[in-house]
């Protein structure tokens, strides 16, 4: 059974930065695409990053140039660095996986990491 455990939420100021980590583990065969999504409250979710495994990205138009995804795939492990933080980036932030164990395709969700901006 895979499970995935993020990390690294917290409260910052305007212009601060954090680093989430969301760490897979688990009968993993392989992994395919890595996503940070968020939702604000009373907003929709939505996507935030992506990384493939050949580890191309994508970016909201949000959070282009200011947060960076990557993947470690030593350690099944993604990270979403975040920098010149707003006030509109607080949200939960949620990591989401796709890949292989040695039965199934699996597709699951991180259990939310809280991210508060304050102005």
């Known amino acids: 059974q895979v499970q995935l455990v993020e990390s690294g939420g917290g409260l910052v100021q305007a212009g601060g930065s954090l680093r989430l980590s969301c760490a897979a583990s688990?009968?993993?065969?392989?992994?395919?695409?890595m996503r940070w999504y968020r939702q604000a409250p009373g907003k929709e979710r939505e996507l935030v990053a992506r990384i493939t495994s050949s580890s191309s990205t994508y970016y909201s138009d949000s959070v282009k140039g200011r947060f960076t995804i990557s993947r470690d795939n030593a350690k099944n492990t993604l990270y979403l660095q975040m920098n010149s933080l707003q006030p509109e980036d607080t949200a939960v932030y949620y990591c989401?996986?796709?890949?292989?164990?040695?039965?199934?395709?699996?597709?699951?969700w991180g259990q939310g990491t809280l991210v508060t901006v304050s102005s």
């Open positions: 688990g009968s993993i065969f392989s992994i395919n695409a």
């Open positions: 989401n996986v796709d890949g292989r164990d040695y039965d199934r395709y699996f597709e699951l």
